[in-house]
């Protein structure tokens, strides 16, 4: 029976249009999840986007080594993050702001480090450029971040505004 009715969903999607589709795939999903998932991508990727121009301005033009600059670059964009996330993607929690801000460094102070080790394993390992492992790092770094923060930090899961 079950593989009758997985040959008769494969059957209705062979023959339905992409519209459809798409519309059955998004109907089941939360869209306010969604819409704070998005904004979070835009935070995140904006304060990235400062992070690794504060690791290339460091060590470029300072002269500062790349692991250094790596988690002094880190600190400074995730701060910057917090306080826009706070009230742009995670609106509504009810933690106050310096008990958050606790949290937030703390588990940012942890990934800071775990991003300078993979960062530096990436670069000396597999002779990757240090801008290249940072954002290959922070795919997984973003993902983690927004999860703690959603069910962690910010206690927001499943309340939109």
Known sequence: MLLMKLEDSVLCMAFASPASMMYRMTSRIDRRGLVRFTKYMIVGGSTFAFDLLLIWVMTELMGIPYY??????????VSLNYFISRHFVFAG?????HHGYAYFLTFAGVGALLISIAVAIL?????????VARILVACVVGTGNYLFNLYVNFKVVGRHR
């Open 68 to 77: 250094v600059s790596t988690f002094a670059g880190f600190v400074i964009a």
């Open 123 to 131: 670069t000396e390992t597999f002779l990757l450029h240090y801008l």
């Open 93 to 97: 929690t009810t933690r106050q702001v």
